[in-house]
């Protein structure tokens, strides 16, 4: 096989062969760009190597006749004594990838040709033992794995205080020796003359750093394949470090933070390599550069324009200038903001560059998410107490409040409150929802804080650990003493995870303002948001209905562009007043006493039904039957037992019954106990209770769609007995509906085929599911051992924020295909939390489902990834 490519004979899409950087290097040099000759040792070589712990056999001799062309056309040899070449050796993977090794310059120099190199530079010693310098600190940093520090201290030491560009060949000289003493000390060697060897075991320790601790666990957790491999290039070097009239520099063909068009970049005068990000000196804008040199700045402008038009997007680019010749050492398409990926997709359309189909993909669902979350003004002034996560994005102010009852209290009185806790539980719902933002001392981004704020669209920083919130006192310490009690005002950063003191102010989202029909539509991002998100309406083929439980969040959904809703829980509507009425119900003891619970409970459904018929005018509304076992409606356990010992003899006896019927209900297990379609099988006229009161909602409203979804369901036998009940009622009434369940017991996804004969829909349940199928209990294992599990990278990301293709997703996949073998026109969704995440919406869309449901925040995510899942 062929194992080395010149510059000359690769290109841009030979990525998997050359690595990103090589396949770009060889499509600039094919466009007749400057670029230093060199070649690259393919990403095959490299996987036989790590094979076989050797080189693959013919590879040196191909590496050399390679070498032996670049020395021909350079007129010189690899560090030839009296006139070297040099070259660099650089890591490139198909992925660019943090903790491989990265790149060794100025290789071929030793104590000969460093004397060869001041001459050839016309006696710039200066020059010559600065790069000198550079290549054994890098050759002992990423070659030898010496810690960088040592070298690092040693300039600092010799620097003493003085600027780079104050050093003087003496300096750099001395700073040669240090550097040789600290390689023999560090691995009882002297550090490698022979440039051959020089170059021989920079290639290997490139092909090696592909399987350092730090590139395997990022492969791991970005699920990059472990067998990809890297390639190597080899360049011969130029030298922005060999005068003022020389330099380096880093481009974007346009502004990567906002997506305005013009040129952007750093450059810094008599520089190497890395040292424009590294930060040594304030570097200059091109705009300078162009005062500089004239005739570089205008060829970097013409070469930048190329380049975009050829990619066809935004590049970002490394350059060099020696002695005014200038020099393009990579490329690529660049990283940008989410705010310039909308506005830049735009415009390249306008340009006629691509088309809109096109521009839709150039954008994602997590960049449009971040475009909808409040910010902080930028140039506010601040005072930072903590940092924590940024686990769900966004800017909150607020009066601390470290309760649930306060925050909705307070939120009640119309002030702003950031709800403060350790960690939350599903009782801070109420607080969450009140609450501008959450802030918790623990729990990770998975935490249940940081799940519900997501799905809400609140702001959250979680596991802020320097904080010590004592709730009873209600305050917390922060670092240095700093003391925030309840109702002083404090700003959280969810996108950053930092904390304030103090009031910072917020501008609202422009995007947000878009989608709820207020917004200024002459704002240029806005109109770049709508272009994209009406071509992405128009291309898909997945509908997107929301999870709303009210009239107000269904009609905030309809806003937001939903068609329908796919899940609206029924179990909210029993909470509050309404608990008296569920209490009756399980004290019942006769069937006339259990009817009159029922026939309370019936006209206060209806109504909720109602509502949110009306606000949807026409559109399908999924109602799901009761889920949640009874004794979550029921007073706890201990706080009543305390309080019928209290009251003793005197002890009222509707509590002591009440205490009865809390312990007969206790469940060790209860997301695996009396809950779902089995309280419909246990409980006489639950359901039918419900079951009527849909149906005169809808009866009430014209036009209204009602589906009727059954819980839980594990046996087609469960859901016969149920739908049969449910269509007497509905036709009883005189009102069509159509009946179907949750998939979310993998015992029915199992026996889809059975089930859809009973069934005539289908919504994925994926968050009992997902729980069901891995044997974990979201509310205990997140805390427990995530960080651990993300970390041995047993995945890379929840299975409750994306959906598990390998396994829950075969099961939903089973399901679709026997469920619609029975009913070809069986209506597949889906209503789990992974309705609103990008990766699962093209899962959905992959395997033919009819709609995915998102909480009403998702729904714009929804809608562009179903677009581009269909492009
Ligand atoms: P990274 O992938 O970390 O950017 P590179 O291989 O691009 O690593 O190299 C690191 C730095 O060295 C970059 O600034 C690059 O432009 C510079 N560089 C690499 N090869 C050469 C060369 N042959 N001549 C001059 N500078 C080079
Ligand atoms: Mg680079
Ligand atoms: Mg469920």
Redesign the pocket.
């Known amino acids: 096989p062929k194992y080395v490519y010149d510059f000359t004979e690769g290109n841009k899409d030979l990525k998997d062969l050359l690595g990103g950087?090589g396949a770009n290097l060889a499509e600039m040099t094919n466009l007749g760009l400057p670029v230093?000759p060199?070649f690259t040792i393919t990403t095959d070589a490299c996987r036989r190597f790590l094979a076989d712990g050797e080189l693959p056999a013919g590879l040196e001799e191909e590496v050399s006749r390679h070498l032996a062309a670049l020395e021909e056309r350079m007129g010189r040899r690899l560090g030839q004594a009296d006139d070297p070449l040099l070259?660099?050796v650089?890591?490139?993977a198909k992925f660019?990838m943090p903790g491989m090794m990265?790149?060794v310059?100025n290789i071929g120099l030793n104590d000969q040709s460093v004397h060869g190199l001041a001459k050839q530079s016309g006696g710039n010693e200066r020059f010559a033992w600065d790069s000198y310098r550079r290549l054994i600190q890098m050759f002992g940093k990423t070659v030898q794995n010496i810690d960088a520090a040592l070298f690092d201290d040693a300039l600092e030491e010799i620097k003493d205080g003085r600027d780079d560009l104050d050093l003087e060949a003496a300096d750099f000289q001395r700073l040669v020796e240090t550097y040789k003493d600290i390689i023999r000390t560090q691995t009882g060697r002297d550090f490698p003359a022979d440039p051959h060897q020089q170059m021989r075991m920079a290639v290997k320790a490139v092909f090696d750093s592909w399987n350092a601790p730090r590139a395997v666990l990022y492969r791991r957790q970005e699920r990059i394949p472990a067998d990809l491999g890297t390639a190597v290039?080899v360049?011969?070097?130029?030298?922005?470090n060999c005068g003022m009239d020389s330099g380096?520099g880093?481009a974007f063909t346009r502004d990567p933070g906002s997506g305005h068009q013009g040129v952007y970049g750093d450059y810094l005068q008599n520089a190497?390599?890395?040292d424009?990000?590294a930060g040594i000196r304030n570097t200059m804008s091109l705009q300078e550069l162009e005062g500089i040199d004239k005739s570089v700045y205008d060829e970097l402008m013409q070469i930048m324009e190329k380049l975009e038009n050829h990619y066809r997007d935004l590049c970002d680019i490394?350059?060099?200038v020696e002695r005014g010749k200038l020099?393009m050492?990579?490329t690529r398409v660049g990283k940008r903001t989410a705010g310039a990926a909308f506005r830049i997709a735009v415009q390249l359309a306008d340009q006629g560059l691509i088309d809109l189909d096109e521009a839709v993909t150039r954008v994602t669902g997590a960049q449009l998410a971040q475009l909808m979350f409040p910010r902080f003004a930028k140039d506010a002034e601040t005072t930072k107490i903590t940092t924590g996560m940024n686990a769900s994005p966004g800017a909150a102010v607020g009066k601390a409040v470290f309760s649930s009852e306060r925050a909705v209290e307070l939120a009640a009185q119309g002030e702003a409150v950031i709800l403060v806790r350790h960690e939350t539980n599903p009782d801070d719902l109420s607080g969450m929802i009140a609450a501008q933002g959450v802030l918790t001392s623990r729990g990770g981004k998975t935490s249940h804080a940081a799940v519900v704020a997501r799905g809400m669209g609140k702001t959250c920083v979680c596991g802020a650990e320097e904080l010590e919130v004592s709730t009873k006192e209600r305050r917390f310490t922060a670092p240095g003493g700093v003391v925030v009690s309840e109702g002083d005002v404090i700003s959280i950063d969810g996108s950053s995870g930092a904390v304030y003191l103090g009031e910072v102010p917020v501008v609202a989202s422009s995007v947000v303002e878009y989608f709820e029909g207020t917004g200024d539509t002459g704002d240029e991002l806005v109109q770049a948001v709508h272009r994209i998100m009406s071509h992405a309406d128009g291309a898909r083929r997945l509908e997107v209905r929301a999870n709303a439980d009210n009239a107000e969040d269904a009609a905030r959904a309809r806003r937001f562009g939903a068609q329908g809703i796919g899940l609206c829980r029924t179990e909210h509507m029993f909470l509050g007043d309404r608990r008296q009425l569920v209490e009756d119900l399980v004290l019942a003891t006769s069937g006339e006493e259990r009817e009159r619970a029922l026939a309370a409970l019936e006209p206060l459904q209806k109504a909720d039904f109602t509502e949110i018929f009306q606000a949807m005018e026409g559109l399908p509304v999924t109602i799901r039957l009761i889920d949640p076992p009874l004794h979550e409606f029921l007073p706890d356990y201990t706080e009543l037992a305390v309080k019928v010992a209290l009251a003793g003899e005197g002890a009222d006896d509707k509590d002591r019954r009440l205490l009865a019927a809390v312990k007969r209900l206790h469940e060790q297990n209860p997301m695996l106990g009396l809950r779902g379609v089995r309280l419909g099988l246990v409980i006489p006229g639950l359901f039918a209770m419900q079951v009527r009161a849909i149906a005169e909602a809808a009866k009430a409203v014209p036009g209204a769609r009602a589906e009727i979804m059954i819980p839980l369901v594990a046996a087609v036998q469960e859901l016969e007995t149920v739908k049969d009940e449910a269509r007497a009622i509905l036709a009883e009434v005189g009102v069509e509906a159509l009946v179907g369940t949750m998939i979310e017991v993998p015992r029915a996804a199992l026996t889809a085929g059975q089930i859809a004969e009973a069934a005539e829909f289908f919504s994925f349940g994926t968050n009992d599911l997902t729980q069901m199928t891995w044997g974990f209990s979201r509310d205990d294992v997140e805390a427990a051992f995530f960080s651990k599990y993300l970390e041995l990278g047993v995945f890379g990301v929840s299975p409750f924020e994306s959906l598990d293709r390998d396994g829950v997703g075969r099961l939903v996949r089973i399901a679709a295909e026997e469920g619609r073998a029975t009913r070809p026109d069986l209506k597949l969704g889906i209503c789990g939390e992974h309705g609103g995440d990008p990766e699962s919406v093209h899962f959905c869309h992959e395997v033919g489902l009819d709609y995915v449901s998102c909480s009403p925040f998702r729904i714009p995510v929804a809608r562009l990834e179903a677009g581009r899942a269909a492009l």
């Open positions: 950087k230093p060199g070259v660099s650089r890591s490139g660019s990265e790149t310059l290039n360049c011969s070097m130029v030298f922005g380096t880093v190497q390599g890395e424009v990000v490394e350059f060099t020099w050492l990579q």
